[in-house]
């Protein structure tokens, strides 16, 4: 499937956002502040986008603790009913009764059902929050999975959003009803009827679609058929060694202890969620229950809900209450790993006459560059050669970026790029590292130029903390633009360049193609250790 990635990833670099003529500005009023953020007709008002983006970046920097109590005092007290409510110890017992009374009473598909308990309408619940990735934005829709900025009503639903003005609420309601589209996300709509009506309109920017209704659904959102993402060009090599297996990957992650742990978990696609993820980009879970009522979720999701573009690999540890709900708990240790997330892109040298110019690994450290020509042995250093400039680089500073020539066109999956890496590029990156700064490698990027193609790869294996309840690498939230400009060797970032012939790319960030990614979640429970291999 392909994914929405360095949308996100491209907030860092700027924050505005340019549409083409056919696209609708939903930009309200500007000029306002968090604190007018209201409650009508039961939905959330919000009097600009700026208003929405500030309150949202605001509140999803506190803890669980803190937004439960601004929720339960700032807004449940005024009648608002979230689509997955947040709550805490205090507010625990009246808001999952109130919101569960609200849900049975309101939704007749669910009046219909025999043997339900609260317990089935909590895991639905449960399940709302991985269309979105992001729990803070899901506990700002309202039942009926909607909010408001200035004058439009945003409604979200499993044939994706549609936005109308709110004195034309009914409008859209009609029209909902006249297209069988269910107008409630716990209600899904018929599957043929929602691919054909997904499949009759456009796809990336928002359109009209009727009267004064729009509508937006990112491209390609329901695209499962992607043969990179199953590395099938990978099973003879994994063939020829009969003991090679899942746990026998050449994925050694650099914090060597929990990257030998990590590789005697469970291996997941993510792909075993609940129907109605991916709507809005992708989302992929995996959970591994324990002692019954515990569990370790890792969580990877590229959205883009159009109000935010969000990307980022989380693992939390839960246990479910006693009134049904999964709560991060504290426990002794948790650890998330990437060892790889990569990028495709059909972008390629000039000419294969221009390869030969450039060494076939090339290493930067900040105010230094190293080349190896023959082996990976011979670095030549160069001063103040500046760190070149990748998407993710302000949000998550680099160690290092590598810059890799590949002559030969065998590299043409995550996987093989992957063990491109581990086996001939890491160990001296990671020696190098250490002995020109002292220092661990811990995250880098990688640049792969092949003949065909080049591939943008992260690396990080920094995120571990003890007596803690969650890890996560999110990597931006905010506007975008859709291409930056990347310079293959010369040290992109400043004036300094090391080869007076560089050859230039212009990465389209808006619609990358992610290819896979290796990645881990784990939490140690009384010397346990329990969580998933998160490999796609």
Known sequence: MKNYVSRAYIALIITSLFFVSCQKDFETIENATINEVKVEKGRLVFPSKTAFQNYFNEMKEKNEENIADILDTKFYSKDFYSLRPIVNDRTEQNQVDRHLTKIKTNNIAL??????????????????????????????????????????????????????NVDEINELNNYLDDKSISKDLLTPTDEATRLAYIDSNPCGYAVDIYGDIDYFIP????????????????????????????????????????????????????????????????VKVCKDKYESR??????????????????????????????????????????????????????????NSNLAIFPSTRIYIDGQVYESYMSYNNFIQNEEAPLPYLPFTESQPLDLVIEV????????????????????????????????????????????????????????????CVNCKKVSNVFDLGGVTPVITYDFGTGTGGQW?????????????????????????????????HGSRLVF
Request: hydrophobic letters at 30%; charged letters at 30%.
């Open 111 to 164: 009046q219909m059902r025999t043997n339900v308990t609260d317990e089935d309408i909590l895991d639905d619940i449960d399940d709302l929050e991985d269309i979105f990735g992001e729990e803070v934005f899901t506990s700002f829709l309202n039942q009926e999975a909607e909010l408001q900025i200035g004058n439009e009503v945003y409604k979200y639903t499993d044939t994706g959003l549609f936005v109308i």
């Open 497 to 529: 360049s090391i080869n007076p012939n560089p050859f230039s790319w212009e990465f389209d960030f808006q619609h990358p193609e992610i290819i896979g990614a290796n990645t881990y979640g784990m939490a140690k429970r009384n010397e346990q250790w």
């Open 294 to 351: 515990r569990r370790v979720k890792t969580k990877f999701w590229d959205v883009d809900a159009w109000l935010f573009y969000s990307q980022g690999i989380k693992v939390k540890h839960q246990k479910r209450d006693w009134r049904g709900i999964w709560r991060k708990e504290e426990t002794d240790q948790i650890a998330l790993g990437i060892n790889s997330i990569s990028w495709k892109f059909d972008v390629i040298p000039p000419s």
């Open 219 to 282: 491209c390609d959102y329901y695209d499962d058929d992607d043969s990179d993402n199953n590395d099938s060009d990978n099973n003879d090599s994994d063939n020829n060694d009969s003991d090679n297996n899942d746990n026998n990957d050449p994925d050694p992650t650099p914090l060597e202890e929990l990257g030998v742990i990590a590789n005697t978990l469970e291996e997941c696609d993510g792909d075993n969620t609940a129907w109605l993820a991916n709507i809005f980009g992708t």
């Open 405 to 464: 020539l590949v002559i030969d066109d065998v590299y043409i999956s995550e996987r093989k790029i992957r063990e491109l890496f581990y086996e001939n590029i890491y160990d001296k990156a990671k020696d190098l590292l250490q002995l020109v700064k002292n220092k661990e490698l811990k995250r880098l990027g990688v640049v792969t130029s092949t003949p065909s193609m080049t591939w943008v790869s992260y690396y990080d294996f920094t995120e571990s």
